[in-house]
């Protein structure tokens, strides 16, 4: 379990910035982004870090197919390596296996007392994150001083709705899915 990635304040809302969301690519190829005529409209390139799940695939039986025999092993997946904790306005483009893997423990906690909330990124179970909000929201006796709410990031992207080419190469996808 890794506890507070970062801690941040929140700014006003009207100085925000107005560019939204900064998106980084963990897969190892670029994400082009189409319109619905298949033309690019943004390009996304790998940041230099594949995010990955860990596989442990112990062998089961071969077979034989048109006369070789081909090993068949039984796929075990864990956790995603190389995933970096969520972090407020950054999204992180994955493959679906590991934004299906992750998605559930990926949280922020805010602090709801204050004009700017403070926030942090967390990774753990959701009780984690509660035992994490209720540790924060306490002084040495046991006092609140502060009421922290976990929240899921819902920061992992994975390309959607595939657009092909007249041969049926994958050319770039119309959207991205977030669970």
């Known amino acids: 379990m ?7 304040r929140r ?28 033309q690019t409209n943004l390009t996304l390139p ?15 039986e071969e077979i034989l197919v048109e006369g070789e025999l081909v090993a068949v092993h039984k796929p075990r997946y864990g956790a995603a390596l ?11 483009v994955v493959s679906a296996m590991v934004r299906e893997t992750e998605q559930e423990y990926r949280w922020f906690i805010y602090d709801t007392g204050e004009k700017y909330p403070l926030y942090c990124g967390f990774v753990g179970t959701e009780q984690d ?7 924060m929201s306490t002084d040495t006796d046991g006092r609140r ?4 709410v976990p ?8 390309p959607g709705e595939l657009v092909r080419d007249e041969k049926g190469r994958i050319i770039g ?7």
């Open 11 to 38: 700014v006003k809302s009207g100085s925000r910035r107005n560019n939204g969301m900064k998106l980084v690519n963990l897969t190892a190829h670029d994400i082009v982004l189409c319109n619905s005529l298949g």
């Open 129 to 135: 994150a509660i035992s994490m909000a209720l540790t």
């Open 145 to 148: 001083i502060k009421s922290f």
């Open 82 to 92: 190389d995933l970096p904790g969520p972090v407020r306005d950054v999204g992180l």
């Open 173 to 179: 996808c119309k959207n991205l899915y977030r669970m």
């Open 46 to 60: 790998p940041s230099g870090k594949v995010a990955r799940v860990e596989c442990y695939a112990p062998f089961i």
């Open 2 to 8: 890794r506890l507070c990635i970062d801690l941040h």
């Open 151 to 158: 929240t899921r990031a819902n920061d992992l992207y994975s």
